[in-house]
């Protein structure tokens, strides 16, 4: 009986023992754990904000890739819709004669241009000639501006699949050119104009569509020269309206210089005239003063005489009048060596 009670008691005794040992070991534990799950917690909050704005920021970006996906639509569109128009050959003329307007427009010689958008000329044979601008040059001398847009091998060049259709129609393109050089050439303007151009420029509205021409034919410039033509892109074109702007520059200056002289020479001859009235208006004063002194001398000499006898036999008691002084200045000649 006591055995079992103090087996009793020791088994109660060691159950608290364990009791206080594992409550102190949860207490240590849960301290120990406690600043690993705060961290936990705030590493998930933290997470899940930047899962937010990772979301948020996918959104915007799949918003902008929508519209740059409308846009390349849009872009395709109308670049489609760009390449239609310019391989219809009123569309490229119209383009091409613009351009032309503007490079004159830029090299500031406008005024010294002559466009024919709607006009057209007759030849000797009865034919109808257009071109598209006369640049007038000093002396009466013209130049006359050929606008030819070579575009459509050059478009088909660009849409080509592989190297191999690149490379023909850009062989194509400088074909097309140097066909157009021949045309150019056999309108002969130098016949219809008088005095005749110094030059035919054929232009084209790009200097990637010569570039393109003379990778496939080296010497097109050197056969359009043979030929009295003359390749030119809005850059050589503008370069040459400036030549032609400096030359009138100097054209104006001489016939200033001419009107300088003119001028010059008609101011000399106005004041040597006036020197020659001067001179005579200087003889003229000088018999004034000459018919003065004569008067001065006979009033000395014949009037006053008579006067101071009526004084003095008591006519008057009005005072003498003053003496007067003879003019001894004459004037002065000019002179016209100085």
Known sequence: MYLVLAFAAGAGLGALLALLILRRR?????SAVRPLAESLSRFDTAMRSMEAARERAFGGIEQQL???????TQ???????????????????RWGELTLRRVAELAGMVDRCDFFEQGTLSTAEGGRIRPDMVVRLPGGRTVIVDA???LTAYLDALSAGDEAGRRAHLARHSRQVSKHVEQLSDKSYWAQFQPAPEFVVLFLPGDQFLSAALEHNERLLEEAI????????PSTLIAILKGVGFGWRQERMAENTEEIRRLARELF???????????AT?????????AYNRSVGSIDTRLMPALRKFKEMGATAAAEPAAL??????????????
């Open 26 to 30: 949860n207490d240590f534990v849960d």
């Open 66 to 72: 929508r519209y740059v996906s409308q846009g390349t």
């Open 75 to 93: 872009l395709q569109k109308e670049t489609g819709a760009l390449v239609t128009a310019l391989r219809t050959p009123h569309v490229r003329g």
């Open 148 to 150: 030819k847009v070579a």
């Open 226 to 233: 043979e030929r009295g033509i003359l390749l030119a892109t």
């Open 269 to 279: 001859e106005r004041a040597s005239g006036f020197v020659e009235h001067l001179r």
């Open 282 to 290: 200087g003889r003229t004063l000088e018999k004034t003063v000459e």
């Open 325 to 338: 002084n003879p003019v001894d200045r004459v004037p002065r000649e000019p002179d016209s060596a100085s």
